[in-house]
């Protein structure tokens, strides 16, 4: 696996999972600007293909935001590789920034999306009513106490 600086190209060639799509949506790729992909996100490669993306984003000090971007099939091929970089990237970043927060929402139709947010640490908080862009639907609300 390639880990790489994430850039709106990058994220453009992620086939986003069927779960995921409310997750695009909030992400809202154009939106975010390049500085910000690049100082806080990366791009997951493997074999020459993007097969996703993640970032962690500085909400204040001491909390930041998470979110992931999967293709289609890339956690059915690449689960353990995918989820042990992505543990890894999010301890560092923890560490680095001094974060004792870190939080993520997860669309509650989503289950392995919340299993996974679970692995990574994360426990669930609470509902987020008619969250997302324009309203996209209901969300788990994760947190990681460090």
């Not at 709106?8 to 992620?14: D, H, S, V």
């Not at 992909?37 to 998470?66: C, D, M, N, Q, T």
């Not at 509650?108 to 509902?127: D, K, M, P």
Request: hydrophobic fraction near 45%; glycine fraction near 10%; charged fraction near 25%.
């Amino acid at each position: 696996m390639i880990i790489k600086e994430c850039t709106t190209e990058l994220l453009n060639e992620i086939k986003i999972q069927k779960g995921q799509i409310k997750d695009a949506l909030m992400v809202e790729f154009g939106s975010i600007p390049a500085e910000m992909l690049s100082k806080y996100s990366l791009a997951l490669e493997i074999r020459g293909s993007v097969v996703g993306a993640v970032g962690l984003f500085p909400l204040w000090e001491g909390v930041g935001a998470g979110w992931a971007l999967f293709s289609e099939g890339a956690m059915d091929k690449h689960w353990l590789s995918i989820s042990r970089a992505v543990k890894e990237m999010l301890d560092a970043e923890i560490k680095l920034r001094d974060y004792r927060r870190v939080e993520t929402v997860v669309d509650v139709s989503f289950v392995r999306a919340q299993n996974w947010a679970e692995w990574l640490g994360f426990e669930i908080e609470g509902i987020s009513r008619n969250y997302g862009n324009g309203g996209s639907g209901d969300f788990y609300r994760y947190a990681r106490i460090i």
